[in-house]
C-alpha cells in the first residue's frame, strides 16, 4: 500500500468512525424525545415557556390588560387536544368574578358566531364558564398549536371585562 493510499484509508476510518459516534448520539437524542408523553414533545417545539402539570395536561401563563395573568390549558385526550382557559376561576382569582346571567349567556352566543374556531360556554357538571378549541392531532404540529394557544389567550383576555361588566 502506497503513502496515499494508506492516507486514505485512515481518512475512510475517522470518516465512518465519526459518522457511526454521530449515528449513536442522534439515535440516542430520538430515544430521548420518544420517551416523552405527546404532548409534551408537542409543546417543546411550540416555543412558549410552559408548565408539565401531568403527562396530557400543560399549561401556559399569559399576561393580559384586563386579565392580568392567567392560565391557557393544553390538555391531551386521546385523539385531540382541547386548549382552555375557565374564565370564571380566572375572575376569582382576578377577584372580579364572571357571572351567568341571561346578558352574559346570550354575549356567550354572540362569541359562537364571532370567534370562527373558538367555543364559549359554561360547564354542565360545575357552572364554569370557558373559551376553548378542540383540534384533532392527526394533523396537529407546533405551529398550529402555538396559533391555537395564541387565540383561546386573547379571545379570553378580551372577552372577560365584557363577562365581568357591572361586577
Do not use: W
Not at 486514505?8 to 408523553?37: E, G, H, W
Not at 392567567?70 to 386548549?83: G, R, S, T
Not at 375557565?86 to 372580579?96: A, P, S, W, Y
Request: hydrophobic share 40%; with cysteine; net charge neutral.
Amino acid at each position: 500500500m502506497s503513502g496515499s493510499d494508506k492516507q486514505n484509508a485512515m481518512k475512510y476510518l475517522i470518516l465512518f468512525t465519526f459518522l457511526i459516534s454521530c449515528s449513536d448520539s442522534f439515535t440516542q437524542v430520538k430515544q430521548v424525545r420518544q420517551d416523552k408523553p405527546y404532548l409534551v414533545r408537542l409543546m417543546d417545539d411550540v416555543g412558549y415557556n410552559y408548565n408539565v402539570i401531568n403527562d396530557s395536561l400543560c399549561q401556559v401563563v399569559f399576561k393580559g390588560d384586563t386579565l392580568k395573568l392567567y392560565q391557557v390549558n393544553i390538555l391531551h385526550f386521546e385523539d385531540m387536544v382541547i386548549i382552555y382557559v375557565n374564565l370564571t376561576r380566572e375572575g376569582e382569582v382576578q377577584k372580579i368574578p364572571v357571572e351567568l346571567n341571561q346578558k352574559n349567556m346570550q354575549k356567550v352566543l354572540h362569541y359562537n358566531i364571532h370567534f370562527d374556531y373558538l367555543k364559549f360556554g359554561v360547564e354542565r357538571s360545575n357552572g364554569d364558564f370557558f373559551v376553548r378549541a378542540d383540534i384533532l392531532t392527526q394533523e396537529l404540529n407546533a405551529k398550529i398549536l402555538r396559533r391555537f394557544i395564541d387565540q383561546v389567550g386573547r379571545a379570553a383576555n378580551e372577552i372577560y371585562p365584557e363577562m365581568t361588566a357591572g361586577n
